[in-house]
């Protein structure tokens, strides 16, 4: 359930959409997703060994916590919620977008869309508020339904591969360097929820073994079916029509196996969304809870039912992203959704930052509990995450980090109240 947790978070929206994102620039894209995978390999195995180190739920925001004090836990936490509750709006509004495929009637209603998305998140939430275990089952299932349509165009969809729709390599008519560094920005958000196992690790028999190897099992799977399917997709569908696909996979399969193909395939993209959301919505009270607990959240945060669900952080963060789709739907559904995942990237990306530093601030303030072999290995592992994340922030762009840090910044008023509070 745990390495289903990680698949199922990892491949949610992103991979269904971003085929038609990556097309703008051509085959050069696939660069791009194999420096993101190893990036990606770095920042897996920074959480693995930290989870080793700290057993406690709260995954980013507590390793950050022990690294590095109050003031990063609290910002990492608060960021960190911001990618959570605004990303589950985005998959809502994409899972809403492939069922248009079923009830075109979607498609020319905007409203109607928008309220569709807001009752998806709220029936999840609801799931949700039953218990962890009903919300690993439900992870596993709609996990198992949603890679097949993956693991069909990787596989068979090579068939009908044209090796000239990748020439030439670079369509963006920036340099290869730059090309590059905007695909492994984009191709992130589909890696965004590696870290999953590690937030909910009181809730995990054997954590300090189930989720290390959750983790980069989730992580290797969830990377050779993006990679995979991908350059499938990319070679059956012409760049220039691929690049206006508002459903690249179900077009792909049209193309090869006709219209039954592609309702297939939306189905399991649509499948793939809201198992992604169900995933998410889980985070979305898990890491406040955490943090409320080492008073840093509002303490109501803390308060569980009797099922031990975190009632009020679930329902406060679904309030939020059903506000934010709400307020966004006369926009096209893809301006905003390639918006919000910049900015939910963004704000995953500073937990990734200052986890990736965590375990050797830790060896710098407690030496006496590690030793030179276990610092070398942690320099090996943490300097590369590290690097990977600061160049993942430059293919971002200004706009984003602009709304990202006046977003973070917002909470440290927060913070200072409940810091004179506690005193």
């Known amino acids: 359930m745990s390495t289903s947790l990680v698949v199922g978070n990892m491949t949610g929206s992103g991979i269904f959409l971003l085929p038609a994102a990556l097309a703008l620039y051509g085959g050069i894209s696939i660069f791009g997703w194999l420096f993101t995978v190893l990036g990606a390999l770095f920042l897996a195995l920074v959480f693995s060994r930290l989870s080793r180190l700290i057993i406690r739920a709260g995954g980013p925001y507590t390793y950050a916590r022990e690294g590095f004090g109050d003031l990063t836990g609290f910002m990492v936490a608060w960021g960190y919620w911001i990618s959570i509750w605004s990303g589950n709006a985005a998959i809502a509004v994409a899972g809403v977008g492939y069922l248009s495929v079923f009830f075109p009637v979607l498609k020319g209603n905007p409203m109607l869309s928008a309220l569709v998305a807001i009752g998806a998140i709220w029936l999840f939430t609801f799931i949700n508020t039953k218990s962890i275990r009903k919300v690993g089952v439900v992870q596993l299932l709609t996990t198992v339904i949603k890679i097949v349509p993956l693991i069909l165009l990787g596989t068979l969809g090579f068939l009908h591969f044209n090796k000239e729709h990748f020439v030439p390599l670079n369509l963006s008519g920036e340099s290869g360097f730059d090309a590059i560094t905007a695909t492994a920005a984009l191709a992130l958000w589909a890696f965004l929820g590696l870290e999953s196992a590690t937030i909910p690790s009181d809730k995990v028999d054997t954590p300090e073994r189930t989720i290390p190897r959750a983790t980069m099992a989730g992580l290797s799977i969830a990377a050779l079916l993006y990679i995979a399917s991908t350059m499938a997709v990319m070679g059956i569908i012409v760049p220039a029509d691929l690049q206006h696909s508002a459903a690249p996979f179900a077009d792909a399969a049209r193309l090869v196996w006709g219209e039954w193909a592609s309702a297939l395939i939306a189905a399991g993209a649509a499948i793939a969304c809201f198992g992604a959301l169900n995933g998410w919505i889980l985070l979305q009270g898990q890491l406040p809870m955490a943090a409320a607990r080492e008073k840093l959240f509002p303490a109501s945060f803390a308060r569980v039912s009797k099922q031990g669900i975190p009632f009020l952080g679930l329902l406060f963060a679904s309030v939020l992203a059903s506000v934010l789709v709400s307020f966004n739907y006369t926009k096209g559904l893809v301006q905003m959704f390639s918006f919000i995942i910049k900015l939910s990237t963004l704000s995953c990306l500073l937990p990734y930052l ?70």
């Open 354 to 423: 200052f986890s990736s530093l965590s375990e050797i601030m830790l060896y710098l303030r407690k030496k006496k509990a590690f030793d030179r072999k276990r610092l070398v290995a942690a320099l090996c592992i943490s300097i590369p995450a590290f690097l990977y994340s600061v160049w993942a922030v430059t293919g971002l762009g200004h706009e984003t980090i602009l709304w990202g840090g006046t977003l973070l910044a917002a909470g440290i008023p927060i913070y200072a109240y409940l810091k004179l509070k506690k005193k």
